[in-house]
């Protein structure tokens, strides 16, 4: 069963020109690996512990990179961005985190240091 927002054991299963298909028994889900991020020699068959989120397209996608927070964790995180529809916290991750405006306890200012807890 493949977690969003938390490691996973997953298998490749396939080898794309751009990426991998990674996948777990028992979910039909699948998550791509970019075949950038991905170790050298990965190859169909390989088992990878990878962080799981979604892209922009709401896609699964793959990395290797552990993230400053989890889901169902809580870390003090730095605000890099924000906009009238939400703040933008550096996690250790190529994009940041993005937290709605309507999930937030009271406005977040760029450059200040905030508890934020992963759901």
Known sequence: MITVG???HLT????LPFAYVLESDGDER???LSTVKAP???KVGDELDVFVSYDENSSLIGQ???PKVQV???A????VGVTDFAGFFA???DRDLMVPTRDQERPISEGLEYMVHVY
Do not use: H, M, S
Request: hydrophobic fraction near 45%; charge should be neutral.
């Open 6 to 8: 938390q490691f996973n």
């Open 12 to 15: 490749i299963t396939d080898a």
């Open 30 to 32: 699948q998550v791509t």
């Open 40 to 42: 050298k020699g990965a």
């Open 64 to 66: 290797l990179e552990a």
């Open 72 to 74: 169902n964790q809580t």
């Open 76 to 79: 003090l995180l730095k605000a």
């Open 91 to 93: 996690w250790g991750l």
